[in-house]
Nanobody
Framework: QVQLVESGGDLVQPGGSLRLSCVSSGSIFSRYAMYWYRQAPGKQREWVAS???????NYANSVKGRFTISRDNAKNTAYLQMNSLKPEDTAVYYC?????????WGQGTQVTVSS
């Protein structure tokens, strides 16, 4: 069983920055890709960024150039550095991994971008 716990969400002004963290339980973190998703009010959950076990990264077009996903396998933690935040980035952010045909989600962390 894998547990994911996100943190780092906050209220921030447009143009500001935040770093989200996702800590994974267990000892197999380094073997699997990690993903960040987000869900804005009244909208479907959408993929934001991903990082493979070999540190290959991909981003949604809406965040490319502003967000950076990374991982620290020694700490079983994935990060999402978010810069130049916009009001449309307001959402609950979730981390996710897919292990042995099972999806695992954290509880989410709220990011609000507003002046």
């Amino acid at each position: 069983q894998v547990q994911l716990v996100e943190s780092g969400g906050d209220l921030v002004q447009p143009g500001g920055s935040l770093r989200l963290s996702c800590v994974s339980s267990g000892s197999i973190f380094s073997r699997y890709a990690m993903y960040w998703y987000r869900q804005a009010p009244g909208k479907q959950r959408e993929w934001v960024a991903s990082i493979t076990k070999d540190n290959i990264t991909n981003y949604a077009n809406s965040v490319k150039g502003r967000f950076t996903i990374s991982r620290d396998n020694a700490k079983n933690t994935a990060y999402l550095q978010m810069n130049s935040l916009k009001p449309e980035d307001t959402a609950v952010y979730y981390c996710n991994t897919f292990i042995l045909l099972k999806n695992y989600w954290g509880q989410g962390t709220q990011v609000t971008v507003s002046s």
